[in-house]
């Protein structure tokens, strides 16, 4: 589901960008020197991407380095390999899945896609990308699991990942959840069966999307008005200037 306004960025600055930040921290966690963390005890939300999200995406993954390109897309990707990626993502068969920070910038996110070929009609394949700031947070975990359950209540059966035998963070998720792996030298992959979709697997992830949906909202609602006192602040500053300037 999409929004007017998602791809808006930031812009909080002086006093109120400072108190803005204070209450989003006790709201949504700490972002504190370019590091993104969640709250204790709390997990993220994660929110379905659209077509109106493609230069958020692009920013995402143009912001990996060279290695962690390599990790995702099994070689070192240029800008406009990245591009062309990005052109080429088809939101009407796969679903992109992300994670933002409480600036609504995207620091994780994951592409679950859907075979194109009629006799794996039942098959899909799951890629992910964390931003450096935002890891060890478990939010390629949970994104993972996120798309299990998605991948299950649209009738996929096996899903199947395709890594780097180096990429020991995203084989180490896949084997935890009780896939497959197997390596043929500098590839891996796992395979990993899912159980039938069943009303509660449905109704769990219509509440989750509802709830991600909510909390995308507020942290949008919230980002506008500390923007809006961030400019009056900006105002007030070069009101105090000019008549500092005509005073005699």
Known sequence: MEHPGDE??????????KAGNDLEQLQF????????SLLPGSSASIRELGPRHRKRIARHLLALDGHDR???????????????YVDGLNFERDDILGIHDRRLQLVAMAHLAYSVDRNL??????????????RGQGLGQ??????????????VEQLFIHALSENTPMLKIARKAGARVERDGAESRAYLRL?????????????????AE???????????FWDFLAGLQEVRRGVRAGRHKSSP
Do not use: M, W
Request: net charge positive; with cysteine.
């Open 142 to 155: 949970q994104l993972f699991e996120r798309a299990l359950r998605h991948a299950r209540n649209q009738g």
């Open 70 to 84: 390599y990790l995702r897309f099994g070689y070192i990707a240029s800008d406009e390999q990245v591009h062309h």
């Open 195 to 211: 159980p039938p979709a069943t009303l509660d697997s449905q109704l769990g992830e219509l509440i989750e999307e509802k709830l």
């Open 29 to 36: 966690g700490q972002q504190q020197s370019g590091r993104f």
């Open 8 to 17: 808006s960025e930031p812009s909080v600055s002086g006093k109120a960008g």
């Open 214 to 224: 909510a909390d995308y909202r507020l942290r949008r609602q919230a980002k506008q």
């Open 121 to 134: 009609a039942a098959c899909a394949e799951f890629g992910v990308s964390v931003l450096s700031a935002a």
